[in-house]
């Protein structure tokens, strides 16, 4: 994600770390990295902007 937005990487963790304390998304690890997902169906339209 940190080559595709204008932000620090410890931004992006931050952000994406609050995301998962409030369900917004949910990982899984894959080796040393990890894969974010929308958590809910109905969110589903924020990637279609």
């Known amino acids: 994600m940190k080559d595709f937005l204008p932000v620090r990487q410890a931004s992006i963790s931050q952000h994406l770390s609050m995301l998962r304390h409030v369900r917004l998304v949910d990982d899984a690890r894959l080796g040393t990295q ?16």
Do not use: G, M, T
């Not at 990890?34 to 902007?49: A, T």
């Open 34 to 49: 990890r894969c974010y997902h929308l958590s809910r169906k109905e969110l589903s339209w924020i990637c279609s902007r």
